[in-house]
């Protein structure tokens, strides 16, 4: 049976993602990140959306070339449908519209949280795929969630932030040490050379499944406030320390919460997905427990736990098989509902 090509486009916030797959292969995947929006510190949508529309034709025009395919073998083209940024979502639809119109193939719609639950399923050589049932904890700069997967088509959301999503927090906070932009990665840095337990943060005490993380930045705000009127180089001195305490902080929130669904619901396969996933105290710290604890755990490749079109594509393969085409007058959205 011929597996179906698909073209992917990933256009949530302000990466620019191009992927095609034959089946849940990976014939090409190509992010083009828009590095100036460093210079804000956080992401302008603005010029997000300007960069998608200057950089989408020539990444698609190299994704068809890595991917040593022609136009007309693609079926389908997919695109993120939501949540996100409404610029930038827009610009993807819009163009996944217009090449589906030009080539006369089917556009699939791909929720984004969902895609990276899914992104579990892309064939990597060496890995498995989770088996249903798999508890699945998203967690980026725009969402942290834990989710109960089913199958392909049924995911009931457990628990969600009430606030900032983790990566949020982990990037305002860095913002308030003075590190750069994206700040997670640069606590990531420094905090392997710091003593996880030199500065104590409390808990939120937050109920049942959901986190809470402005708390935790606004206390970590009145600590660093606090202690520059004593020492105005307290940040210098203790960057390493201070990266490291708070790392912990945030990521034992996390922790504690996915050890609460898997006693509620007994589901011992879990995965996590999202850039955050990324963090290397977050990969060392679920493996060694997950290995203490007998627990099946799921971890992807970095290129494939941020946002990528690989996802997009791998999600959209699926909905291909049972013909869950769009038109071509749907519309994105920014808060999009929760079904595939």
């Known amino acids: 049976m011929k597996k179906p090509i698909l073209l992917a486009?990933?256009?949530?916030c302000d990466d620019t993602a191009i992927a095609i797959v034959k089946g849940n292969s990976i014939l090409s995947n190509i992010i083009g990140?828009?590095?100036?929006?460093?210079?804000?510190?956080?992401?302008?949508?603005?010029?997000a959306s300007r960069y998608h529309q200057r950089d989408?034709?020539?990444?698609?025009?190299?994704?068809i070339f890595e991917a040593n395919i022609v136009k007309k073998q693609i079926d389908a083209v997919a695109f993120t449908k939501g949540p996100g940024l409404i610029g930038s979502l827009l610009i993807g639809a819009s163009f996944a519209k217009s090449l589906a119109i030009a080539w006369m193939i089917p556009i699939i719609g791909v929720h984004h949280i969902q895609?990276?639950?899914?992104?579990?399923?892309?064939?990597?050589?060496?890995?498995?795929?989770?088996?249903?049932?798999f508890l699945c904890l998203t967690i980026s700069g725009g969402h942290t969630q834990i989710i109960l997967v089913e199958n392909f088509f049924k995911m009931t959301i457990l628990g969600q932030t009430i606030d900032d999503a983790v990566g949020e927090a982990f990037d305002k906070i860095a913002k308030i040490a003075g590190l750069p932009y994206p700040g997670g990665i640069w606590i990531d840095y420094y905090a392997k050379n710091g003593n996880p337990k030199k500065i104590f943060f409390s808990k939120p005490k937050i109920g049942g499944l959901d986190f809470s993380f402005s708390g935790l930045?606004?206390?970590?705000?009145?600590?660093?406030?606090?202690?520059?009127?004593?020492?105005?180089?307290?940040i210098i001195h203790n960057l390493y320390d201070i990266?490291?305490?708070?790392?912990?902080?945030?990521?034992?929130?996390?922790?504690?919460?996915?050890?609460?669904?898997?006693?509620?619901?007994?589901?011992?396969?879990?995965?996590?997905?999202?850039?955050?996933?990324?963090?290397?105290?977050?990969?060392?710290?679920?493996?060694?427990v997950a290995s203490k604890k007998g627990l099946k755990l799921h971890l992807l490749p970095v290129e494939f736990a941020t946002d990528n079109a690989a996802m997009i594509a791998v999600s959209a393969q699926i909905k291909y098989s049972s013909a869950l085409f769009d038109n071509l007058d749907f519309v994105p959205g920014a808060n999009c509902g929760w079904n595939l």
């Open 9 to 12: 486009i990933e256009s949530s």
């Open 33 to 47: 990140v828009q590095h100036i929006h460093n210079f804000y510190g956080g992401v302008n949508p603005e010029i």
């Open 56 to 63: 989408i034709v020539l990444l698609v025009h190299q994704a």
């Open 115 to 133: 895609a990276h639950i899914l992104s579990h399923f892309i064939e990597i050589e060496g890995r498995s795929s989770p088996k249903f049932p």
């Open 217 to 234: 930045k606004t206390q970590f705000f009145s600590f660093i406030r606090k202690e520059l009127k004593k020492d105005p180089k307290f």
């Open 243 to 288: 990266c490291a305490s708070i790392q912990k902080s945030l990521i034992d929130l996390l922790f504690d919460k996915m050890l609460l669904a898997i006693r509620q619901t007994k589901i011992f396969s879990i995965a996590l997905s999202g850039g955050v996933s990324s963090n290397s105290y977050v990969r060392t710290k679920f493996s060694k």
